[in-house]
């Protein structure tokens, strides 16, 4: 699976972004689906994973309430739909993707695409 991930951008303070990421090469219905965040010389973070099906999600407290992970398996595109952003949200996110959801929780997936920067000013 080849991921890309797009949508970032630079935004104010309690605006809202759409991250988009696309896959390609494998059957991505099969697949779960996870975002991450990671600064410059700092660990990555986990924000949200989806399962194959959309049925079971998974939100970092930092974006619960604020941020929705989806899917359309028909278009092989996870988002991430982040609103009220803040100044801390400012960071590299990056899609993952693998066969187990457990793998995308311990931040272990398979496959990974490059990162889209999100910058948050206040």
């Known amino acids: 699976v080849q991921l890309q991930a797009s949508g970032g951008g630079l935004v104010q303070a309690g605006d809202s972004l759409r991250l988009s990421c696309a896959a390609y090469?494998?059957?991505?219905?099969?697949?779960?689906i996870g975002w991450f965040r990671q600064a410059p010389g700092k660990e990555r973070l986990f924000v949200a994973a989806?399962?194959?099906?959309?049925?079971?999600?998974y939100y970092a407290d930092s974006a619960k309430g604020r941020f929705t992970i989806s899917r359309d398996n028909a278009k092989n595109t996870v988002f991430l739909q982040m609103n009220s952003l803040k100044p801390e949200d400012t960071d590299v996110y990056y899609c993952?993707?693998?066969?187990?959801?457990?793998?995308?929780?311990?931040?272990?997936?398979?496959?990974w695409g490059q990162g889209t920067l999100v910058t948050v000013s206040s």
């Open positions: 993952a993707a693998d066969k187990e959801l457990k793998s995308i929780r311990m931040m272990s997936a398979q496959y």
């Open positions: 090469g494998r059957t991505f219905s099969t697949y779960a």
């Open positions: 989806n399962g194959w099906s959309g049925a079971i999600t």
